[in-house]
């Protein structure tokens, strides 16, 4: 039989951020060649500029599917995954999907990409405005500034999501990133798959999670003591806690993206409510329970404040 009008095969491509982690990145290509469906292509952005780096994707048994990029700066996960999805935006097609990937955090399971191929293909056929996949997700109360964790007893097939969760196999089709671009990559750090997420939404596409295989890694994860048990309904992530934990660049960047994310929806007075209850009062209310550590949180959290209003962006505080 002829085969000359058939639609070509969709393709797996994935970006892979890296920073400083030789030892861990090998571990995960390593993984990730051993997956029963390989990617058919992988772009390693380099934020680190590391040589070593450089020379393991140059190994021979990964020069045919893996490609090094070097970012020539730290640009954060939200910019490495902007730079590398550019690349592969050059010779993908709008039937590709594009995985997300980190160093660190390679798939659970050895079938994870032959089955994210299989329910991104399921979805598209049930519902032709996907533009994302993958095996875990949450919502946003746009009100409120929170991201929603799902519970338990939601996670049953394709569930709709808000964004796709970063280590939760992210996979974007290109058609759909051509349609609304590529992340954000000011934001450096935190919140960029948030962004991404609502984009495609706000845009009228549809993004779902593989209830399936979302479970089961949760059921790994309990068997680890990596998760707590089991909860029901619907839970927020981001419920009111007193506790404050010690100033860290990674807060600064949580609290700085989330007000630039909600003022770029036009949900300034969420905006404002956030920036009152976690660049000010939240810390204050921790210098009775935990002195010595609140200042700094203070100060960091005022920053972030300030900045989120102002629209600074990019590498503002040094996570190093």
């Not at 969760?165 to 974007?172: A, F, V």
């Not at 295989?213 to 998760?227: E, F, H, I, P, T």
Request: glycine share 10%; hydrophobic share 40%; aromatic share 8%.
């Amino acid at each position: 039989m002829a085969t000359s009008g058939m639609a070509p095969k969709m393709r797996l491509l994935g970006v892979l951020v890296t920073f400083h982690r030789r030892e861990t990145l090998e571990a995960t290509l390593d993984r990730l060649a051993a997956q029963t469906r390989r990617l058919d292509r992988v772009v390693v952005v380099d934020n680190g500029s590391d040589q070593g780096v450089a020379e393991l994707v140059g190994r021979e048994d990964l020069l045919d599917w893996v490609d090094y990029m070097d970012a020539g700066a730290n640009l954060g996960p939200a910019g490495g995954y902007e730079l590398g999805m550019a690349q592969l935006l050059e010779t993908a097609r709008d039937d590709d999907w594009i995985l997300l990937l980190d160093d660190d955090d390679p798939p659970f399971f050895d079938d994870a990409f032959e089955c994210i191929e299989q329910f991104a293909s399921s979805m598209m056929r049930q519902d032709s405005k996907t533009a994302a996949v993958g095996i875990s997700g949450g919502r946003f109360d746009r009100s409120k500034g929170l991201v929603i964790r799902i519970g338990d007893d939601l996670i049953h097939d394709a569930v709709r999501v808000d964004h796709i969760t970063g280590g939760g196999l992210p996979c974007y089709r290109v058609g759909a990133i051509r349609q609304v671009g590529r992340p954000m990559s000011e934001l450096f750090f935190g919140f960029e798959e948030l962004e991404y997420g609502l984009r495609f939404a706000d845009a009228g596409f549809h993004l779902y999670a593989d209830g399936e295989q979302w479970r089961k890694r949760k059921q790994v994860k309990r068997d680890a003591g990596l998760l707590p048990p089991e909860h029901v309904s619907v839970d927020r992530s981001s419920k009111t806690n007193v506790k404050v934990s010690v100033a860290s660049w990674r807060r600064y960047y949580s609290l700085r993206n989330l007000i630039l994310i909600l003022r770029k929806k036009d949900l300034a007075w969420t905006a404002f409510k956030v920036s009152v209850a976690r660049g000010v009062v939240k810390p204050l209310l921790n210098i009775v329970l935990n002195p010595r550590d609140a200042w700094s949180v203070l100060k960091l959290s005022l920053l972030a404040t300030r900045d989120g209003w102002m629209g600074i962006t990019g590498q503002t505080v040094n996570p190093e």
